[in-house]
Nanobody
């Protein structure tokens, strides 16, 4: 069964930190590059970080140097450590296996979960 479950969001002050968790089914974890996406109302979902099955990472310029994506092979969990948070990081954060690249960004391969809300106060 395809499963991706996000957790760890919350309310934090600017400059603070949060760690998000993405519990993936073993089949997804072992097969696909997994990314963390975020979405604000009225905006396209944005891919902010990705990690391959061998641990190579890539970040959007907006989060580079502040966010760190990692994976725990034993637990089949992908983490997003967020530091130096800014109010503009406020969004619902989702994880998914990467889909196809389009003019609007990179899609998700599987149905989206509920996401986890991150709110950064000024």
């Amino acid at each position: 069964q395809v499963q991706l479950v996000e957790s760890g969001g919350g309310l934090v002050q600017a400059g603070g930190s949060l760690r998000l968790s993405c519990a993936a089914s073993r089949s997804i974890f072992n097969t696909y590059t997994i990314g963390w996406y975020r979405q604000t109302p009225g905006m396209q979902r944005e891919l902010v970080a990705r990690i391959t099955i061998v641990g190579s990472t890539n970040y959007a310029d907006t989060v580079k140097g502040r966010f760190t994506i990692s994976r725990d092979r034993a637990e089949a969990v992908v983490y997003l450590q967020m530091a130096g948070l800014k109010p503009e990081d406020t969004a619902v954060y989702y994880c998914n296996a990467l889909g196809v690249a389009t003019a609007n960004g990179v899609s998700g391969r599987f149905p989206w979960g509920q996401g986890t809300q991150v709110t950064v106060s000024a």
